[in-house]
């Protein structure tokens, strides 16, 4: 049961490229979600998916679009990257238990993007 | 509005002492409320939440936590720490009438056990 998957690992991009990073679960779970991690702000949501087929803004969706592929899969995009998305990024996931949202998030082992 | 305070950037404590890390919370209504831990070049795993009903709630690898209402904390505790207890630590917060599952997580805590 691998749980969350990440890919890639690392990734360095130059100011302006694309990229795409992916996140599968194999929980079955029904809400998945972006965050990134820097040093001293914890862990902030970027966008996420309650379910399969919608997406909503977390608190910093600025620079970032994201796909809910299906049921497994859920995509963050760069679409012009900034040295300011230099950071960490996880991808989590989720499903209510017993219709009451007290569940854990499940988290992959994040991406590490640098942008120069 | 959901939010949570961690007041400690750092811990330290010996080999064998209690360790405690702090957290405090702000909702509009009731919480959720959950700890995590990260080791280095990992992702976050969750070591106990507190739901309803009694206040000290037990977690993984000896953990427990401690929920206060009046105080509006939550604070992570463990009676006899080990070198392995290093790492950095994550409160979160879910407000119970929210109708998704979003956390608001905390800025962290990085504690070291020294031998």
């Known amino acids: 049961n691998a749980g969350v998957t990440q890919t890639p690992k690392f990734q360095v991009l130059k100011t302006g490229q694309s990229m795409t990073l992916q996140c599968a679960q194999d929980m079955n779970h029904n809400s998945m979600y972006w965050y990134r991690q820097d040093p001293g702000m914890g862990l902030r949501l970027i966008y996420y998916s309650a379910s399969e087929g919608t997406t909503d803004k977390g608190e910093v969706p600025n620079g970032y679009n994201v796909s809910r592929l299906n049921k497994r899969e859920f995509s963050l995009r760069l679409e012009s990257a900034a040295p300011s998305q230099t950071s960490v990024y996880f991808c989590?996931?989720?499903?209510?238990?017993?219709?009451?949202?007290?569940?854990?998030?499940?988290f992959g082992n994040g991406t590490r993007l640098t942008v120069t | 509005a959901q939010s949570v305070a961690q007041p400690e950037d750092q811990v330290n404590v010996a080999e064998g002492n209690p360790l405690t890390v702090k957290c405090t919370y702000s909702?509009?209504?009731?919480?959720?409320l959950f700890w995590y831990v990260q080791y280095p070049n990992r992702g976050l795993q969750f070591l106990l939440k507190y739901i309803t009903g009694d206040n000290l709630v037990k977690g993984s690898y000896g953990f427990e936590a401690e929920f206060n209402k009046s105080q509006t904390s939550f604070h992570l505790k463990k009676p006899s720490a080990l070198v392995s207890d290093s790492a950095l630590y994550f409160c979160a917060v879910r407000d119970i009438d929210a109708g998704d599952y979003k956390l608001s997580f905390g800025a962290g805590t990085t504690v070291t056990v020294r031998a």
């Open positions: 909702v509009s209504g009731n919480p959720y």
């Open positions: 989590a996931s989720t499903s209510p238990r017993g219709g009451k949202n007290n569940s854990p998030l499940h």
